[in-house]
Nanobody, 118 residues
Framework: VQLQACGGGLAQPGGSLTLSCVASGRFFSINAMGWYRQGPGGQRELVASITSGRTNYRDSVKGRFTISRDNAKNTVYLRMNSLKPEDTAVYYC??????????????WGKGTQVTVSS
């Protein structure tokens, strides 16, 4: 299973970016999908996740970021609005993949850089 993320780049404060991540390979299904980020010198932290239509966001991005998913395309999106310099980080997509007999295995994309700066 491979996760390929794209859509990162440079944005000005207040600007917007959309990240996408597609899962490919052989698997039965995908349970949860999500986005994490790791800023300079920081730990990887959950940004948003989506499972069976239920979404979860870290407090600092609520109202600004929107996670969505296209199950037919095995793709998860992260629309980021009103970006702030503190959103600067490498963003990683994550998928919990179901492949019987395994209940769920986490896979990670390589990460895409998001830089918010004027």
């Amino acid at each position: 299973v491979q996760l390929q993320a794209c859509g990162g780049g440079l944005a000005q404060p207040g600007g917007s970016l959309t990240l996408s991540c597609v899962a490919s390979g052989r698997f039965f299904s995908i349970n949860a999908m999500g986005w994490y980020r790791q800023g300079p010198g920081g730990q990887r932290e959950l940004v948003a996740s989506i499972t069976s239509g239920r979404t979860n966001y870290r407090d600092s991005v609520k109202g600004r970021f929107t996670i969505s998913r296209d199950n037919a395309k095995n793709t998860v999106y992260l629309r980021m609005n009103s970006l702030k310099p503190e959103d600067t980080a490498v963003y990683y997509c994550n998928a919990e993949v179901i492949n019987p007999p395994y209940a769920g295995v986490d896979y990670w994309g390589k990460g895409t850089q998001v830089t918010v700066s004027s």
